[in-house]
């Protein structure tokens, strides 16, 4: 069986319960959930709700048939980078002494990544883009320490006229 991520859109009820029974439909089927973000959306009724996971391709159209038929679930569907944006935002708090603060600073320019706060022995970025972007900045980073890490997860927007969800 080959896993795979998936970049996956709701549009849901916006109303209490709902994201415990979507998840248990991911659980049930043995996917794991790498990053998920919900939002109200344009209408207050619905929430959009974004979830990056890892699982064999046929679950996944399994997985999908079965949100779609949750009350609460308005439409679930799968996007890659051809049918939908897809970015993410990370902030970064890496140790950086006097002597390293160039090497970091050229780093950082190289991802156009955003200095957000220094201090004697830190340095804290914001940086934004594909997942993968965030990877490889976070690798380069790794070699000076990096104290802290926080990432928003994967926001998914349909490219064009066509509707996210």
Same mark, same amino acid.
């Given at each position: 069986?080959?896993?795979?991520?998936?970049?996956?859109?709701?549009?849901?009820?916006?109303?209490?319960?709902?994201?415990?029974?979507?998840?248990?439909?991911?659980?049930?089927?043995?996917?794991?959930?790498?990053?998920?973000?919900?939002?109200?959306?344009?209408?207050?009724?619905?929430?959009?709700?974004?979830?990056?996971?890892?699982?064999?391709?046929?679950?996944?159209?399994?997985?999908?048939?079965?949100?779609? %038929?949750?009350?609460?679930?308005?439409?679930?569907?799968?996007?890659?980078?051809?049918?939908?944006?897809?970015?993410?935002?990370?902030?970064?708090?890496?140790?950086?002494?006097?002597?390293? %603060?160039?090497?970091?600073?050229?780093?950082?320019?190289?991802?156009?990544?955003?200095?957000?706060?220094?201090?004697?022995?830190?340095?804290?970025?914001?940086?934004?883009?594909?997942?993968?972007?965030?990877?490889?900045?976070?690798?380069?980073?790794?070699?000076?320490?990096?104290?802290?890490?926080? %990432?928003?997860?994967?926001?998914?927007?349909?490219?064009?006229?066509?509707?996210?969800?």
């Amino acid at each position: 069986m080959k896993m795979k991520k998936h970049s996956i859109s709701l549009r849901v009820a916006n109303k209490p319960g709902v994201l415990i029974r979507i998840s248990l439909v991911f659980a049930r089927r043995g996917y794991n959930i790498d990053s998920l973000v919900v939002s109200e959306s344009n209408d207050r009724n619905f929430s959009s709700m974004n979830i990056t996971a890892t699982g064999d391709p046929e679950t996944l159209h399994l997985m999908l048939n079965q949100l779609n %038929r949750l009350v609460d679930v308005v439409h679930a569907k799968e996007h890659n980078n051809e049918n939908a944006l897809q970015r993410e935002l990370a902030l970064v708090k890496v140790k950086c002494e006097d002597v390293q %603060r160039t090497d970091v600073l050229q780093i950082a320019d190289v991802f156009k990544a955003r200095n957000m706060d220094i201090s004697d022995h830190t340095i804290t970025f914001q940086v934004t883009g594909s997942s993968s972007k965030l990877d490889a900045f976070q690798e380069l980073l790794k070699p000076y320490g990096i104290v802290e890490l926080i %990432r928003s997860g994967n926001l998914i927007m349909a490219r064009g006229s066509e509707s996210t969800t």
